[in-house]
């Protein structure tokens, strides 16, 4: 009996790292600082100088990143912020938990991310940011994005959650617009063994904001002049994080290898593979094909009964889940592109750990469900 592929895999990645993890946590727990300190700073200026410079602000999540950055941006209540309904609900839940309304836009049908032709008909006074999200590991089309943010006077955050590490136009992804945004969760390119966000920018102003809202609303005399979260990045997290940054691109470059051999094993069969943005690097958090719907969930269970584990990222898009669809706007009505293309995709296992062998045995279980 072969063993099972998972989807992912944090085991992997603890294991890759497990001597400069375990020493990064003997020189935390040694140190006598367990909330904020060396480490973090450590962590949040050498992540900064990895995404091209500028200032990063360590968080409990990529959620809070989210909540952080719009509350530094002073969006609330009134406000609407566009992003996409394709993507993870944390994108959107963040936009509620400022009081601000999401206004929910489609994804193009290459790339599977904000489609720029649908913002005009999204803004109104109201709107203050948008929120590009680097879905997967692929880069949101910045450009036309940032024009429209700028035209409009808009904000443009990042949702880097599922992009760590990946470019656009030469630039590393979250460096481009007004801020940036990461999550640690331990699936993630980089991930931590915990819960971890980080939020980037070159803006000084904004830097300063984060830092005080992501505790209490301290100012650095512990003076608090504005109510804030408790929301910060953990020194073992971040001890653990620097410990693993130095091998995020030789893992991403890992990723691409196995995006590869997808691709070109899997090139001929009636499916969709992914295509990347040109000029841009995919990180490969994911990597999604699609298929005909008749075929999505039959080819999941092939592969199961094959001891292959897949996902679907996301199986319901977030103005159709419950507790979500009535607290959003759809000003086109519907999402055609997104409503069709979530019940055709499928996550294929991807990881750094993953070997060859294991990518073969994904592509060979694939093709025989297509020949039968
Ligand atoms: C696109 C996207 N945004 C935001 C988040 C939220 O990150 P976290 O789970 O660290 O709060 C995630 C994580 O699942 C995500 O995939």
């Not at 566009?82 to 936009?95: L, P």
């Not at 931590?192 to 505790?215: M, N, P, T, Y």
């Not at 958090?285 to 005909?292: A, F, I, P, Q, S």
């Not at 094959?306 to 507790?323: F, K, L, N, S």
Request: proline letters at 6%.
């Amino acid at each position: 009996m072969s063993s099972v592929i998972p989807w992912a895999s944090p085991l992997a990645q603890y294991r890759a790292h497990q001597a400069p993890i375990q020493s990064a946590i003997n020189r935390v727990l040694n140190s006598g600082t367990y909330i904020l300190g060396a480490e973090v700073e450590a962590f949040e200026s050498t992540f900064a100088e990895y995404c091209g410079g500028g200032h990063g602000v360590g968080v409990g999540s990529g959620t809070d990143a989210l909540i952080l950055a719009l509350k530094a941006l002073d969006i609330g209540p009134g406000d609407e912020v566009i992003t996409v309904s394709h993507t993870a609900v944390a994108t959107v839940a963040a936009i509620l938990a400022v009081g601000a309304t999401p206004v929910l836009v489609d994804v193009d049908e290459a790339y599977f991310t904000l489609d720029p032709a649908a913002l005009d008909r999204a803004a109104t006074p109201r709107s203050k940011a948008v929120i590009a999200v680097h879905l997967c590991g692929q880069a949101a089309d910045l450009d036309p994005i940032l024009g429209f943010a700028r035209q409009r006077n808009l904000a443009l955050i990042e949702d880097c959650a599922q992009a760590c590490g990946g470019r656009y136009r030469g630039k590393r992804l979250g460096s481009i617009g007004d801020i940036g945004c990461f999550s640690f969760y331990p699936t993630k390119n980089l991930g931590a063994i915990g819960d971890g966000g980080l939020v980037f920018s070159v803006e000084e102003k904004i830097v300063r904001r984060v830092r005080r809202l992501r505790q209490y609303g301290w100012n650095e005399a512990r003076e608090p002049n504005e109510p804030g979260l408790n929301s910060r990045l953990d020194p073992l997290q971040s001890a653990i994080l620097n410990a693993k940054l130095p091998q995020l691109d030789a893992h991403n470059s890992r990723r691409a290898d196995i995006a590869a051999i997808y691709n070109e094993r899997l090139a001929g069969l009636p499916i969709q593979l992914p295509t990347v943005r040109p000029d841009s690097d995919h990180a490969y958090h994911l990597y999604v094909l699609g298929c005909e719907e008749r075929d999505r969930d039959r080819l999941r269970t092939h592969l199961a009964a094959d001891q292959i584990g897949t996902a679907v990222h996301y199986p319901v898009p977030v103005h159709r889940e419950p507790g979500y669809a009535e607290r959003v706007v759809v000003p086109a009505g519907r999402l055609p592109v997104t409503e069709r293309l979530v019940g055709r995709i499928i996550s294929l296992p991807i990881f750094p750990g993953l070997s060859d062998d294991n990518v073969a045995r994904v592509t060979r279980s694939i093709t025989r469900y297509y020949r039968n």
